[in-house]
């Protein structure tokens, strides 16, 4: 079974700096997809970035992105010139898609992001 | 294109009653799964449904919970017999196959118990 480990319960960070949220998991697979979700307080989970484990590259999306490591299991998220509206909590998951099965989503426990003004 | 759809948004319900939360998927998706978050956890799998299929069940307790997706209409999560400790909130998220990387959340239900 996979698992993954968010070992920061809180981070604060002052706006326009940057910040990285850790994630680690365990899986003993060789292809799937790991994410980062944001809740805010409305609780919608909103998704902010997506890794392929076959990609080498890492994503980037406008302000966010993830340093990939595979060999050791680390998939951290970089938030740049953080804003106010990115204070929620931020999940990181797992998936391992395969035809026709269940690609359920395994989360960590997540950390509360605290941007200060 | 609306979105992946629940109601009710917020549920109050008093121990021994049961609670039925309903998810409609986004359009042209045929597989819904369902996860629930405690207070200060993260989401946890439920079940995995297709049209008129539970696929995958493990994850949701063995009594009072139970889950479908008809042919016409929304998923039903159904909790029997409600007690304190299913106090949370139960998101679906619809997919538009098996095996896809793709999941789009609902807003999510917020049941509380008193």
């Known amino acids: 079974a996979q698992t993954v480990t968010q070992s920061q319960p809180e981070m604060s960070v002052q706006e326009a700096e940057t910040v990285t949220l850790s994630c680690t998991y365990d899986t003993s697979e060789s292809n799937y997809y790991l994410f980062w979700y944001k809740q805010p307080p409305s609780r919608q989970m909103i998704l902010v970035i997506r890794?392929?484990?076959?990609?080498?590259q890492n994503a980037t999306e406008n302000r966010f992105s993830v340093n990939f490591q595979k060999a050791a299991k680390s998939f951290s998220l970089k938030i740049s010139d953080s804003q106010l509206g990115d204070t929620a909590m931020y999940f990181c998951a797992f998936m391992s898609p395969f035809e026709g099965a269940n690609s359920k989503l395994t989360f960590g426990k997540g950390i509360t992001l605290s941007v200060r003004p | 294109n609306a979105g992946v759809m629940q109601n009710p948004r917020h549920l109050v319900r008093r121990r021994g009653q049961e609670a039925r939360l309903r998810c409609s998927p986004m359009k042209g998706h045929s597989h819904v799964y369902w996860y629930r978050q405690l207070p200060e956890e993260g989401l946890k799998f439920m079940v995995y449904l297709q049209k008129e299929n539970i696929i995958d069940e493990s994850g949701m307790p063995k009594e009072r919970f139970s889950a479908e997706f008809p042919k016409e209409g929304p998923s039903i999560l159904r909790i029997q017999q409600v007690v304190r400790g299913d106090s949370a909130a139960y998101f679906c998220?619809?997919?538009?196959?098996?095996?896809?990387?793709?999941?789009?959340f609902g807003p999510g239900t917020r049941l509380t118990v008193t």
């Open positions: 998220a619809s997919s538009p196959n098996g095996g896809s990387y793709e999941q789009y």
């Open positions: 890794q392929e484990a076959y990609k080498q």
